[in-house]
Structure formats: structure tokens, C-alpha cells
């Protein structure tokens, strides 16, 4: 059974940088374009990031991320270009359907950035195993518990869908109908996933004592059985990408 | 480097029982959804377990599990549901709230909680989809009602509104109900424990 | 040496209506291995809650009376605290895994971590539970990947971890196959190497006999019978009290076979012993 995560293990510069600094570029990346909000602005960060991502060796697993939200954009171009407030300017017309060079350049903003956003978030998730992310914002002051429903979560999902497929094969196997109507379908919703949440609810009260005779609720200071390893430069590189976000908020208060 | 003697940045005080519930909440959140999937079903069915922590555990586990839900899909499947982690954060508390007032004691009045959950998860949700999609939902029945009322001439915040409505009306009665029969489902000395937490 | 004292202790669930245990009064001695026996519902596993201060802290309900171990009063420590003293490891062994490790060697630090000991020690007490339970070969396995057997000694490695001076375990075989149940009593006899005392929990009532020291029998959330092992399982009113007897004892009954303390024998080689004394050599 594997841990949920899209990490890829390359041999990298990018992978080499520490789960923290990472998270701060991904948090300056994102948030930037939506402080300054041009089109130029947000394309020259999504540029970087793919930059960044080819550094990283993972380009190619960035596409089913993206394919996913392709269908979405088109029709924003599609809605936006026709129906967008401000739209004046016709560019073209295309089956008696107008199509406005305002609408097309909105659609365009919010693509670019909502492209930007997924860009840098694929880098880091990516390049960074979660478990030494969720370890590295512990560190930070992330209180503990939390770090522990992350990196539980992280594990039951994988388990509880390798369940659900076997309780799925032995339903099936019984005789329930999954197929056909939807009235057919939706009953059979509730037998499928009663008995795993069931099962799963009524397991918490023993993992949680589980927990607690491990010293969970321990008011002492946790400790770290692996040790944090940070290149040198990182604090520098952390400084900078926050400058670099002090920068953009003067630039958008100014204009 | 060991970074230990920092102090939490805040307080973190909730029962063990209410933390393990945490992650098995959104473990239901996904099967739910990957039920629904596999069955065709025309609904998302991707909070049951949200709301079932809202409800076992009160407001604050449910926004929690709300939370914690969508920064993890964000980080693991598609990013996007970082910005409807507000949505989630939204329902896990209404559902804490409402079963505090007494809405999980009977079906009918679950079928009421379904509803102000569905209200507000469009309220939290619309400005959203408008920030980030310029008001669709990315379902398609959803958005074509959001196109015929563009070309109508409607305003986004309003067509936007019951675009999401329209997906969420149905989808958030039915989650109610079924984390409703779940509830009702559980042994009481299973339940009294995260109560007295 | 006193480890554990229990001066008149009561406790009734919050939803239930009878007491779970009523007025439970007993000592344990240091290094005492106690086999604790009786039907369903007999207290037995809330007797091993309260011992590791679950009850009153974790469930809440009416707790009246006392335990101390050594001077510690559980009413008035933490389970954290008390965690570094009694140990607890119960019947399902997928319930007792974190869940927040990846590997089998992480997972014995999760309670390390939690208590806050420097990653040198960590890293000493890993590596020796790691050998002591025979667990080296799947360090790097997922704990959820073990089989039920290596699970349970994967609980136990990790609560050895912790360095109790008591262990307490409840029914640890009750969900495992045969070959489990073998590792983990194997495991167990381990504990008892380790000079630990150890209350164990079990309806194999052969296995007790071989380590036991003591029987407590629990019914209906009262002492029925706390004596030497011996002693209790020769008792002629063992049927009455809805109890068994190690096979080999049940043997001896049939056979009438005492010894000179007037109790019967309860594991094999004494048996053997005596039917040797009393039949010669050729009937073995
Ligand atoms: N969480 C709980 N809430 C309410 N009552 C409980 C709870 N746990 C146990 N009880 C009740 O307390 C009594 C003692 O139960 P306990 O589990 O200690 O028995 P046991 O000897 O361990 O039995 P078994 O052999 O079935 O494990 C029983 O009547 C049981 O129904
Ligand atoms: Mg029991």
C-alpha cells in the first residue's frame, strides 16, 4: 500500500532545495498575481515556474494536472468572450456568435493565473515527499496534532479506496445491482459505503487509545527521530522571495 | 538542525478522539466521492464525512476536517481545491452548529440541516468561482444555466449564484441525509466519547 | 516490592447501567506475572484501562477508589505520564498503528518522539526492540503491510519502547491465527526475560500456566479468586465459578494426582513428573 502523493524522486537541484523554502516560493507565486493582477505580470511567473519545473525533471507529469482544469478554460474563453461586462470590442464572429477582445483578454487573465497557481503548486507537491513536508512545517511551529492528521490522512485515503474496491468486487459479487437506472444506482449507495464508514468510525475509539498510551497528549516538547537536512543559501533564497513579495505589494500600492 | 523549543503558534486543544476523527472523516469524504463516481451517480457526494465530523464532534472538528480535506486534495490531486477549502471549512461548521440545536434527531429536520448547508455552501462558494473561474462551477448542467443567464444579460454574482446553487442544492440534501443514516447508525458509547471530550 | 496497589475500585461507564468493575481491592508484587481469566464482560479489560490511567481520563463515567503504581496515584497523573510506567497493548493490532508512519522502524518512534528523547536514544531503543521482537527483516516494510502476528509485535515493540516497568496486555492473540498467537507469546516471553511485571489478559488458559505466577479471576466486575496459579487452578469449585482448568491440570483431576502441597500440577513436565513418580518410567 502505497502513501498518497504525487512526489516524483529525481535527481535534481530543484529536489535538493528543503520542503520550507519551497512552500515560501509557492506561497510568494501564487499569491503575487492576484495582488498584481496583469496579464504580463502573471504570465512571466508561469513562465518561471515551468522553468522551474523543467529544472526539476517533472514537466511531464504536470500534464494531467493541467488537462484537468483544460476544459474549464476553454469555456471561461468561450462565456467570458461573449457575455463579459465590459466586452465593447468585437474581435471576431464565429456561427452569429460574438466574441469581444475584452471578455477574451479577461478569460485570458484568469487563466494564465489559475494556471500559474497549479503550475507552482505541482512544483513543490512534485519535488517534495509530503511526510518531510508536513515534518518541516512541525518544526516551524505547526502544532504537532496537526502534523498528525496530515500524515494520516495521507495513508487512510490510499486505504480506505483499496477497500472500497473490495467491498465494490464482493457487493457486486452478491448479486447488487450497480448498474442500470439511477434509481438502482442510488440505492445501492448507502450498502456500499455504510459498512466502511461504519467500521472506520467505530475504529477511532481504539486508535485513539492507541495514541494516547503512546504518549500522544504528552505536554512535552516533541522531538524529531529524522533530522532536517537544508542546503546552505536557503535562508538567503527564503529572504529574497519574500522581499520579492514586499516588492509586489509597493508596486500594486503605488500604481 | 533541531528546531525544538519553539512554541506552537497557537493552540491546538482538541480530544484525541476528535484528531483520529479527523483523518477518517476525509477518508469518508473520498470514498463517498469515489462511490458516486463509480455508481454514475449525478452528485458529488464528497462531504458525508465532514459533515459526520461536524456532527460526532462539534463546529470547530468539522471546519477543521473541512479544511484539512482541501489542503490535502489541493496537495495531492488537484490544486485548485485550495480556494473551496473555505466552502468545506463553511459546511463543517454549520453542520457542528446545527446538531448542537438539535437538527440530527430526526430525519426531517436533517433534510433542514441539508439545506442551509446547501445555502451557505453556495454563499461561500459563489465570490470563489467568481475569483477564480469568472462564476462557473466547472459542472456542466451548472454552467450552462451560468451561460443562458449571462446572455440573458443577469449579473455574475447572481448568475454565478445559481449555478452553484443548482449543483449544490441536491448534492448537499442527499450528502446531509447520508451522514444523518450514518449517525444514527453508530453505537452510543461510541458517540458519547467524542461528546464528552 | 509493591508495583501496583488498588484500594476498593469501582467504576460504571457513562452509559451503562452496572458497574464495570465493583470494589476491586488487590497488590501486585514487582516482577509478578498475573494471568487475569474470566467470562465476557467480567471487567477484565477495564481493569487493564484503569491500570494505564485510560479510566478516568480518557472515558469519563463514575471512577471511585484508587491505583497506585509505586507512590503514582493515576487519578492523578496523565496518561502521557503514566505511559512511560504501564505499558498497554490490546486485542486488535491494526487499531494500535499510528497511522502517521511509513515504515515499521517509524513507527517505533512515534511514542519515542511524542516524549520528547533525543534522536540518539531513540535510535538505541529502536534498534534493540527492533531485535527483540525479531522485527529487523520488515524495518522498512509499512506497518499496515504486516501480518496480524507481526503487527501485534510491532504494538508490543512499541510500547517496550517506551520502558515501562509494567506491562499490561489484553487478550493480544485473541484476533490472530495459530502461528501469530505463537509470535506473539513468544514475544511476550520476552517480557517476562526483561524482568517486567506483566498482567496479561488471556483465555489460554495452558499458555498462563506456563508463565502466570498468579491468576486473577474476574466475574462480574468482582474478584473471584487472586492466588498463586497453582492454587487457583486447583480449586474444586473451579466449575461453579464458570472456569476452566489447564488441560494438563484437567488431566491430573481425572487422575486424582496432587502434590505434596495438595494442588495439582498445571503444566506438562510436572505432570509428566508425577506420573512417572507414581507409575514408572515405561507408562511416559
Ligand atoms: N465503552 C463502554 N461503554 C459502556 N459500557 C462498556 C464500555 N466498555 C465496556 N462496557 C461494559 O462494561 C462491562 C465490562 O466490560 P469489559 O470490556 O471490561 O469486559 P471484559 O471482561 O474485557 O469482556 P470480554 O471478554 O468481552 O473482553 C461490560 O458489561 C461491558 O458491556
Ligand atoms: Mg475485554
Known amino acids: 500500500m502505497r502513501s498518497l502523493s504525487l512526489y516524483v524522486k529525481r535527481d535534481s537541484l530543484i529536489h535538493k532545495i528543503d520542503p520550507f523554502t519551497k512552500i515560501i516560493y509557492v506561497f510568494v507565486s501564487v499569491i503575487s498575481p492576484f495582488i498584481l493582477p496583469t496579464l504580463i505580470f502573471s504570465t512571466s511567473l508561469t513562465l518561471i515556474n515551468l522553468l522551474f519545473l523543467l529544472l526539476g525533471r517533472v514537466v511531464k507529469k504536470v500534464l494531467p494536472i493541467i488537462s484537468f482544469v483544460f476544459i474549464i478554460i476553454l469555456t471561461i474563453f468561450i462565456i467570458q468572450g461573449m457575455f463579459y461586462d465590459a466586452n465593447q470590442t468585437e474581435l471576431f464572429s464565429l456561427f452569429n456568435l460574438n466574441f469581444y477582445v475584452e471578455g477574451i483578454l479577461y478569460a485570458a487573465r484568469i487563466s494564465v493565473r489559475a494556471i500559474n497557481v497549479l503550475l507552482a503548486f505541482s512544483l513543490l507537491i512534485l519535488t517534495t515527499p509530503p511526510t518531510e513536508m508536513i515534518e518541516s512545517l512541525v518544526r516551524r511551529g505547526m502544532p504537532a496534532k496537526l502534523g498528525y492528521i496530515m500524515h494520516s490522512v495521507l495513508q487512510i485515503i490510499p486505504m480506505m479506496s483499496s477497500n472500497a474496491s473490495i467491498i465494490m468486487d464482493a457487493q457486486r459479487a452478491r448479486g447488487m445491482e450497480t448498474e442500470g437506472s439511477l434509481w438502482v444506482r442510488i440505492k445501492a449507495f448507502i450498502p456500499l459505503i455504510g459498512p466502511l464508514v461504519m467500521s472506520s468510525l467505530v475504529n477511532t475509539h481504539e486508535r485513539s487509545i492507541a495514541l494516547e498510551v503512546r504518549g500522544f497528549s504528552a505536554a512535552t516538547q516533541k522531538t524529531f527521530l529524522h533530522q532536517e537536512k537544508v542546503p546552505g543559501g536557503m535562508k538567503q533564497l527564503r529572504i529574497f522571495f519574500l522581499l520579492f513579495l514586499a516588492a509586489v505589494l509597493a508596486w500594486r500600492l503605488v500604481l | ?197 | 516490592m509493591k508495583k501496583i496497589t488498588i484500594n476498593n475500585l469501582s467504576y460504571k461507564y457513562s452509559l451503562a447501567e452496572n458497574k464495570a468493575l465493583n470494589n476491586i481491592s488487590l497488590e501486585v508484587e514487582k516482577g509478578d506475572f498475573i494471568g487475569v481469566v474470566g467470562p465476557n464482560k467480567a471487567g477484565k479489560s477495564t481493569l487493564c484501562k484503569s491500570l494505564v490511567g485510560l479510566i478516568p481520563h480518557f472515558y469519563k463515567g463514575e471512577f471511585e477508589g484508587e491505583i497506585l503504581i509505586d507512590n503514582l496515584n493515576t487519578l492523578n497523573s496523565s496518561i502521557a505520564e503514566l505511559s512511560l510506567k504501564v505499558g498497554l497493548v490490546f486485542q486488535n493490532p491494526f487499531n494500535q498503528i499510528s497511522g502517521a508512519k511509513l515504515s515499521v522502524y517509524d513507527e517505533l518512534a512515534f511514542g519515542l518522539e511524542n516524549n520528547g528523547l533525543g534522536r540518539e536514544e531513540m535510535i538505541t531503543r529502536i534498534d534493540k526492540y527492533l531485535n527483540l521482537m525479531d522485527l529487523n527483516e520488515v524495518k522498512d516494510n509499512n506497518p499496515f503491510e504486516l501480518s496480524g502476528g507481526q503487527m501485534q509485535k510491532l504494538a508490543i515493540a512499541s510500547i517496550m519502547a517506551l520502558k515501562p516497568d509494567v506491562f499490561v496486555l489484553d487478550e493480544p492473540t485473541s484476533q490472530l491465527d495459530p502461528q501469530g498467537t505463537e509470535e506473539v507469546f513468544k514475544a511476550v516471553s520476552r517480557l517476562r526475560e526483561e524482568n517486567l511485571t506483566v498482567i496479561l489478559v488471556s483465555q489460554k488458559l495452558n499458555k498462563l500456566a506456563d508463565y502466570a505466577n498468579k491468576i486473577l479471576f474476574l466475574n462480574q466486575g468482582e474478584i473471584a479468586a487472586y492466588d498463586n496459579t497453582a492454587a487457583v487452578f486447583s480449586r474444586n469449585d473451579l466449575e461453579q465459578m464458570g472456569m476452566g482448568a489447564p488441560i494438563y491440570t484437567e488431566i491430573a483431576r481425572e487422575l486424582g494426582l496432587k502434590n505434596e502441597k495438595n494442588q495439582y500440577p498445571i503444566r506438562k513436565s510436572e505432570l509428566k513428573e508425577m506420573l512417572v513418580a507414581k507409575y514408572g518410567k515405561n507408562i511416559g
Open chain 2, 1 to 197: 538542525m533541531q528546531n525544538n523549543q519553539k512554541k506552537n503558534l497557537w493552540s491546538f486543544n482538541f480530544s484525541t478522539m476528535a484528531l483520529v476523527l479527523i483523518p477518517v472523516s476525509i477518508g469518508i469524504n473520498y470514498v463517498g466521492k469515489l462511490f458516486a463516481q463509480t455508481l454514475r451517480l449525478p452528485l458529488w457526494l464528497d462531504s458525508i464525512g465532514t459533515i459526520l465530523a461536524g456532527i460526532l464532534a462539534g463546529p470547530w472538528v468539522g471546519a477543521i476536517s473541512g479544511g484539512i480535506n482541501n489542503a490535502i486534495y489541493g496537495l495531492t490531486i488537484s490544486p485548485v481545491s485550495f480556494a473551496y477549502g473555505i466552502t468545506s471549512i463553511a459546511i463543517g461548521i454549520t453542520a457542528g452548529v446545527m446538531a448542537r440545536m438539535g437538527f440530527v434527531k430526526s430525519m426531517k429536520r436533517a433534510v433542514i440541516m441539508g439545506l442551509v448547508i446547501a445555502g451557505i455552501s453556495t454563499v461561500v462558494s459563489t465570490p470563489i468561482n467568481i475569483i477564480f473561474w469568472g462564476g462557473q462551477t466547472g459542472n456542466i448542467w451548472g454552467d450552462a444555466l451560468f451561460g443562458i443567464l449571462r446572455s440573458a444579460n443577469w449579473p455574475v454574482w447572481l448568475a454565478s449564484g445559481l449555478d452553484e446553487l443548482a449543483v449544490d442544492l441536491p448534492d448537499k440534501i442527499a450528502t446531509t441525509i447520508i451522514a444523518f443514516i450514518i449517525y444514527q447508525g453508530l453505537p452510543k458509547r461510541i458517540t458519547v466519547l467524542f461528546e464528552e471530550s
